[in-house]
C-alpha cells in the first residue's frame, strides 16, 4: 500500500507564506502526476495545481501568481509554496498521487489525509 503524509499546514496572516509538503511512502514502483486540491467549509473540494513527472506545472488561476508546486522525484515528495496568502484561501489542503501499479499496468490515485490552513489576522 501507499500512503501519502503532508504536512506544513497551520495558521497564518494575510500576506503571509505557508509551504506544505507530502511525502509518498510505502510500496511504489513509481510517482506520476503528484498535485493539491483544497476544500473549505461548505464548498466541494476543488483542484488548486499539479507537477507532472517531468515538472510541468498547471495552476488554477485563484493562486496563479502567489503559489509554486514543485517535487523531488527521489524522495516521491511533492511541496507547495504558498505566499501572499488571503482568508479565501482558507482550507483543508490534500495532496494526490498517481501511482504506477507494474502488476495491473495501471495508474492509480492516492490522496492524503489533510492539512488546515487557516488565513486570518
Known amino acids: 500500500q501507499v500512503q501519502l503524509v503532508e504536512s506544513g499546514g497551520g495558521l497564518v496572516q494575510p500576506g503571509g507564506s505557508l509551504r506544505l509538503s507530502c511525502a509518498a511512502s510505502?510500496?511504489?514502483?513509481?510517482?506520476?502526476?503528484m498535485g493539491w486540491y483544497r476544500q473549505a467549509p461548505g464548498k466541494q473540494r476543488e483542484w488548486v495545481t499539479n507537477?507532472?513527472?517531468?515538472?510541468?506545472?498547471n495552476y488554477a488561476d485563484s493562486v496563479k501568481g502567489r503559489f509554486t508546486i514543485s517535487r523531488d522525484n527521489a524522495k516521491n515528495t511533492v511541496y507547495l509554496q504558498m505566499n501572499s496568502l488571503k482568508p479565501e484561501d482558507t482550507a483543508i489542503y490534500y495532496c494526490?498521487?498517481?501511482?504506477?501499479?507494474?502488476?495491473?499496468?495501471?495508474?492509480?490515485?492516492?490522496w492524503g489525509q489533510g492539512t488546515q490552513v487557516t488565513v486570518s489576522s
Open positions: 494526490n498521487a498517481d501511482v504506477f501499479e507494474p502488476l495491473s499496468v495501471t495508474m492509480r490515485p492516492y
Open positions: 510505502g510500496r511504489i514502483f513509481s510517482v506520476y502526476g
Open positions: 507537477i507532472t513527472r517531468g515538472g510541468t506545472t
